[in-house]
């Protein structure tokens, strides 16, 4: 298995009065490393909407924090991936989650993964068989 890593560092507008990062930036870094994974394969991200998010907050990240996003695939169906990720910094692990999107086809409704993509995801899977 494989993991796809994208890096990033707190910005000052991603906190809050404490100086720490505001929560709901967490799932923005998650998603910004699928739609990574989606740029680099020439497909749009307008077409996998979330269905299920979760999210599990460990330790805090403050402005300036160099983090890193791992992302994995936990199940690629016929319409649907689910992500695992997690954000470390450095070995430490600040969040993990996990959410579940939908391939919507040209005509808006949930359409079978393509199979570019799929030959990036299964070297993602947690359990490829």
Do not use: C, Q
Not at 9 to 24: I, K, M, P, R, W
Not at 32 to 61: D, I
Not at 64 to 74: D, M, N, T
Not at 119 to 129: G, H, S, T
């Amino acid at each position: 298995m494989s993991v796809h890593r994208v890096r990033g560092v707190v910005a000052f507008h991603e906190t809050d009065a404490s100086g720490l990062y505001h929560y709901t930036n967490a799932l923005k870094w998650a998603e910004n490393a699928e739609h990574v994974l989606y740029r680099s394969v020439g497909l749009p991200v307008a077409s996998f909407p979330r269905r299920t998010v979760r999210a599990s907050f460990e330790r805090p990240l403050a402005d300036g924090a160099e983090y890193v996003v791992e992302l994995r695939v936990e199940a690629l169906g016929n319409t649907s991936i689910t992500y695992g990720w997690r954000i470390l910094e450095a070995e430490h692990v600040a969040v993990s989650g996990a959410h579940t999107v939908v391939h919507l086809d040209d005509s808006g409704k949930p359409g079978r993964v393509p199979d570019v993509l799929r030959a990036v995801l299964r070297d993602l899977m947690d359990d490829p068989a």
